[in-house]
Nanobody, 129 residues
Framework: QVQLAESGGGLVQVGDSLRLSCTASGSPFSKLGMAWFRQGPGKEREFVACISWNGGRENYLGSVQGRFTIFRDNAKNTAYLQMDKLTPEDTAAYYC??????????????????????WGQGTQVTVSS
C-alpha cells in the first residue's frame, strides 16, 4: 500500500521561494504518476502540477507556469515542487498525490483529480504580504 508524506511548507514573504517534498513508500516509486494539488481558504482543491513516471512530461496550472517546477528523484522515492516568486494567492494547503495505475505508462500525465488514488496529508504554505 502506497503512503505519501509531504514536507517543506511554511510561512514566507511575497517573492520568496519554498521547496515541497513528497516521499513515497510501499510501492515502486518509478511506476507512480505524481502530482501536486492545493486547497486555499474557502476554495476547492485545484491541480497545480504533475509529472510522469520517468519525469519526461510535466503539466502546470496556468497561474504557476514559469514560477513552479515539479521534478522527481526516483532513486530517493521523492517528488518535489519548487515554488519561486510566491504570492499571497499561492497560500493554501498543498497535497501530493499518486496515480498507481500500472497501465498508465512512463509518459502518462493527467490533471484529473479523480485519477489520483493516493494522497498525502498536506502541508501548509502561507505567503504573507
Amino acid at each position: 500500500q502506497v503512503q505519501l508524506a509531504e514536507s517543506g511548507g511554511g510561512l514566507v514573504q511575497v517573492g520568496d521561494s519554498l521547496r515541497l517534498s513528497c516521499t513515497a513508500s510501499g510501492s515502486p516509486f518509478s511506476k507512480l504518476g505524481m502530482a501536486w494539488f492545493r486547497q486555499g481558504p474557502g476554495k476547492e482543491r485545484e491541480f497545480v502540477a504533475c509529472i510522469s513516471w520517468n519525469g519526461g512530461r510535466e503539466n502546470y496550472l496556468g497561474s504557476v507556469q514559469g514560477r513552479f517546477t515539479i521534478f522527481r528523484d526516483n532513486a530517493k522515492n521523492t517528488a518535489y515542487l519548487q515554488m519561486d516568486k510566491l504570492t499571497p494567492e499561492d497560500t493554501a494547503a498543498y497535497y501530493c498525490a499518486a496515480n498507481t495505475n500500472p497501465r498508465a505508462g512512463p509518459y502518462f500525465i493527467t490533471t484529473d483529480r479523480d485519477a489520483y488514488d493516493v494522497w498525502g496529508q498536506g502541508t501548509q504554505v502561507t505567503v504573507s504580504s
